[in-house]
């Protein structure tokens, strides 16, 4: 089965590939069980302020999703 981390389309992502991954829901980095797939971060998860996965809106921000 391959497992695929959903933070690279959220709009609250705040770094950039090879980057240690950070996101306003997680400021000091983002949990591994997050970024390998195993949680999809749906769901309120210890630590993260109430913030969850919000997709990008791709039209608007699709310059950071292939990091132009």
């Known amino acids: 089965m391959i ?12 770094t950039k590939r090879g ?3 950070k996101c306003k829901a997680f400021p000091n980095g983002i949990p ?5 797939g195993d949680e999809f971060h749906l769901e ?3 630590g993260d302020g ?8 791709e039209s608007r921000d699709f ?3 292939f990091n132009l």
């Open 32 to 36: 591994d069980v997050i970024t390998t």
């Open 63 to 65: 310059r950071r999703i």
């Open 19 to 21: 980057e240690v991954p």
């Open 44 to 46: 309120p998860f210890e």
């Open 3 to 14: 497992k695929i981390a959903a933070c690279s389309l959220c709009k609250h992502l705040l």
């Open 50 to 57: 109430g913030i969850q996965y919000e997709r990008l809106d």
